[in-house]
Each structure stands twice: as C-alpha cells, then as structure tokens.
C-alpha cells in the first residue's frame, strides 16, 4: 500500500510575508468586530437605563419643566364668599384688589432692543456725508432699574433694594412686588407704566377680605391670612365652604419666552365661595359689647370681660361678646403685637375663657337635692352665717332673705347657706354627678375652640372637706367657660333637652342664591 511521506520539519511548506500579514489583518478584524460589539451593547444599556430615568422616574418633574417653558401661569383669585348675620347685614365680605410683579426678563430686553435701536443710528450717523441730517439719538425708553425702582418703592412702600435685587433676577418672569393692593395705589402704578412706557411691570386681579363693622364679632368671625385661607373663627371652620376655587389664565410662550397672541391663551375661571349666614344679630351684638366694654372699664376688669345671648330654643346664638376685641382688617399687620398683649384680645373669652360658674351652679345642686328625695319645703336657717367646724363660718349676702329658707326662696335668692347645708348633706360627687348630666363643662358643639371646662369631685387632688361648701355655691375646683354655661342654662329651660350650640344657620350660592345647606338643631335628653 503506498503511504504518502511525511515531511521533515525542514521540508514544510514556507510561508509568504503577505500571507502573515493578511492573517494579522484578520485577527485584528475580527478583534475590532467584538470590542465594537460589546461596547456597542454597553453603550444601549446606558442609554436605555438613562432615557428610563429621564422619560419614566422623572417624568413628573420633566413634564413640569417643559411645561414652565412653554407656558405661563397666572393664578386667579376666588371671592371668598360672604359672612351675613340673620337680617342680610354684611360682617365679612371680599373685595378686588391687585397683586404687582415684576418680569425682570421683559425689562432687560426693552433695554436690550433700546440698545441695539441705538447703536444702529450711531452706526448710520458716523457714515453721513457731509451735509445730511443725522438721525435722533434720543432714548425712547424712559426709565432706568434706579429711576423705576424708586417710583415703584414711593407708590408701594418697598424698599428699593428688594426691588432692585428683584430685577437682577433677569432669567425670572414673575417677581411678586405686592399682593392685594387697593385701587387707589394700582391706579397709581397704571399711570406710572403709562408714563414710562415700560414693559415687565405688570397687575394681576386678586381680592382681600374686608370686614365692615371692623372689631364687631371679632372672636367669632375670625380672620384669613394673606392667601385668602381661614385661620380662625368661622373663616377658619367653614373655609372649606366660603374659601371657592382658584382659577388660571395659561399663556403659550416662544423659544424666547415671549407671550404668544391671546388665541393661545387658556383661562379657566374662578369660583367664588358659598355665603354663610349666620344666627348671629349685628344690633343685639353691638350692645351686648358696648355695655359688656363700659362695665368692665367701670369694675377695672383686668382680665376681661364676656356675654352671651342666645335662643335656648334652638342653641343659636344671637350675640357673643368678648372684651376686649380687636380690629380684623388690622389684626394681621398687628398679630405680634396682639400675641403679645397682656390683655390678651387675642384670647375668645367666651368658647376659651374659665370661670368659676357661681350662683348659676345652684340649680344643679337642687336638681340633686329633688333627685335624692331631699324636701323641697324643708327649710334651713339662714343667719348670715354658716358654723362648720374649727371656725370656718363661710357666709351669705342675705339678699332680700333670711331666718327659714325652703328650696324655692333660697333659688330665688341665691342663698348660700341653704346651699352649703344641702350640698354638705349630699356630698360633692353628687351635685357633680347632677351637674355633668346636665351637660355643664361639656362641648357645647359650637363651631369655634373650646376650652375643657371641669367640676369638682372628692377625688382631686389636695381635696378637703370644706371645699364642699364652695363647690356647692359653683366655687371651689369647679371652672366652664361662658358657652358651657350658656348651654347648661338653656337645659334647664328645656326641661332637659340639652340644645348643641351654634353660629351657623346655612349656607348660600352665591350665584343663583339657593340654600345649599341649613342647620337644624339637635337636643341631648338628660338621663
């Protein structure tokens, strides 16, 4: 069989230059190819990741963004809605002012076109011939950032440097110089804007709130703070319902952030609040603070003085007195100093103030006195004093009484030892007991703060035998504000039927005048 012959390593085949250099061209290909490959690949997933970010993780914030180059918002103030008492008398209503702003943008690029419109004539001037009229190089604007910051601080009462560090913002828009300025001070700007020709000086409508009667139900009404939102009082309580909603002017924008023409424009409308009418009555309110103000200058009231009328048949109230009041279309420019008044007329005196309930106490006491079979004709002596023990004699006026009292004189005349021998015989928890059912030191429901009233009971701490004296009189640990007691007074009327107390009567559109909503009035039977 004939095998071929292997080759000696010295006989194998010799290879050409060009072939060793076409087999390094080859590798170095195919070398390229793969590094191109997975860079190529690495590359896609970076940018795929990066473009996630960017249209997915931010898309929020990328979407806002575009949005503020495109457009310009401009916010719409809603009327609040109007505060009247029973009778259609108007004690808060909104008005239209305006809101300044600057756009340091439109500014810079007046002086920037004026510049240019400048340069331009001393360029045509500097190649007349002679003998040819050269043209005007007067300024058509009439204004400079000092001169406009000047006027702008006179008429609004801001200080230059603000509106001057306003204008350095020359990338911004809208600069806000001052909200809810009056008429009288816009026409002002008007005429300036007309005078100086100048262009990033703006007005927007906006409204403030108003109040009539000035300090008249001062507590109960409240105020709102400069965005128009309720923070106390009823402005507070029923915001939701006077508050409306904002409206929007959207303007299209240029490249260069210019407004487009008004068919670009989007204007979304604002809708005023609803009105509220209240149970209050502005009359019977200005003399209920009127004689409730003289009788504390006459007494040198430190602390104050409140009063409450109301209709114990439905819990609403006609009038709430607390002195001393304060100015609500002042309140907000003096609300530190306010804060800081030892009078504290801040303080609402009726829903937040403690005291002592007294005499008016009394008849809780009797309610106990009937419930535990206590003899109403059954009689103590009244002398003027009452012996308890190492001493201790606490006494009585004597109003218009004295020897033998039944329970019906001593209600009648605000005996204090008829009081101090049936509550001694009782014992505080039970007058309490009485009392809480009666609804005293309860909420009363009203729609402002209320403080927590307390009574007394023979686990407080400290607690002695003789305070069962005072307790009995509505002294002692006992404390409720003037509404509790209003409210508690009003159950007795009601033969039990506690009433829940209220300012409110209902709600009103403004627009069309239909009842939204009424109050109806809601009793608690004592058990």
Known sequence: MFRPRKRKPSEKKQRSPEFYARQATRTVRSRTFWLMLVMGILLFVILFFQLYHLQITRHQEMQTRALDQQTRQTVVSAFRG?????????????????????????????????????????????SLAEGETPLSEESQV???????????????????DTIRSCMDRTDSQYEVLAKKVDEDVADQIRQLINDTDVHGVYMVADAKRVY???????????????????LYGLESRYDKYLQGQTGLVVTAK?????????????????????????TLDANVQYYLEKYVGEMADKYGAEHGATGIVMDVKTGGILAAASVPGLDLNACRADYAALAADAAAPLLDRTAQGL??????????????????????????????????????????????????????????????????????RLGVDTFSAMAQQLGLAAPTGVEVAEAR?????????????????????????????PLQLAAYAATLANYGQRPALHYADRAVSAATGETLWQYTPTFTAVQ
């Open 82 to 126: 109007t505060i009247y008492d029973r009778n259609g008398s108007q004690l808060a209503v909104s008005v239209s002012t305006e809101t300044v702003f600057l756009s340091p943008k439109d500014l810079k690029e007046q002086l920037d076109a004026e510049e240019e419109r400048l340069a331009e004539i001393r360029q045509k001037n500097a």
């Open 142 to 160: 009439h204004w400079t950032y000092d001169s406009l910051a000047a006027s702008l601080s006179g008429i609004l009462g801001v200080s230059q």
């Open 212 to 230: 009539p009667y000035g300090s008249l139900a001062s507590h109960v009404l409240g105020f709102v703070g400069t965005d128009n939102t309720g």
């Open 254 to 278: 240029d490249e260069r952030g210019n407004p487009l023409p008004y068919e670009y424009e989007q204007y979304f409308a604002a809708e005023n609040g609803q009105d509220l009418v209240l």
């Open 355 to 424: 005291y002592a309930p007294g005499s008016a106490f009394k008849p809780a006491v009797a309610a106990a006195a009937l419930t535990a079979g206590i003899d109403p004709a059954a009689t103590v002596n009244c002398t003027g004093r009452y012996g308890f023990y190492n001493g201790y004699q606490p006494g009585c006026l004597q109003y218009g009484h004295s020897g033998p009292v039944d329970l019906r004189t001593a209600l009648e005349h605000s005996c204090n030892i008829f009081f101090y021998d049936v509550g001694r």
């Open 453 to 481: 009233g307390r009574l007394t009971w023979s686990s407080d701490g400290n607690y002695q035998a003789g305070l069962t004296l005072m307790a009995a009189i509505g002294q002692g640990n006992t404390a409720v504000t």
